[in-house]
Nanobody, 124 residues
Framework: QVQLVESGGGLVQAGGSLRLSCAAN????????MAWFRQAPGKEREFVAA????????YYTDSVKGRFTISRDNAKNTVYLQMNSLKPEDTAIYYC?????????????????WGQGTQVIVSS
């Protein structure tokens, strides 16, 4: 089992940047596929980005391609989401998730472990 703790959220103006971090406990972090999801007020939780155990394969939802970068440092048991050129529509609670599946998934149902979320607010 793995526990996830997100940090790095906050209030930023449109066009600004934030870097979210997700710290995991456990000695098997490197074996998990990791992802970020987000949930805006009144909307369903949606996929943002994911990567495989090594970080060499990454996946993004279309709306963040070219602006967000997901990465991981297995030595630090941490996954990151660098968010640049932020827009008001990026405002949401951002959740880190971990999966033991042998492939990267964009579906919420394939992730067994979730963090508590970190709030991102982008003002116009």
């Amino acid at each position: 089992q793995v526990q996830l703790v997100e940090s790095g959220g906050g209030l930023v103006q449109a066009g600004g940047s934030l870097r979210l971090s997700c710290a995991a406990n456990g000695r098997t972090f490197g074996s998990y596929r990791m992802a970020w999801f987000r949930q805006a007020p009144g909307k369903e939780r949606e996929f943002v980005a994911a990567l495989d155990w090594s970080g060499s394969s990454t996946y993004y939802t279309d709306s963040v391609k070219g602006r967000f970068t997901i990465s991981r440092d297995n030595a630090k048991n941490t996954v990151y989401l660098q968010m640049n050129s932020l827009k008001p529509e990026d405002t949401a609670i951002y959740y880190c998730a971990a999966s033991r599946l042998g492939y990267v998934s964009t579906s919420m149902t394939q992730y067994e472990y979730w963090g508590q979320g970190t709030q991102v607010i982008v003002s116009s």
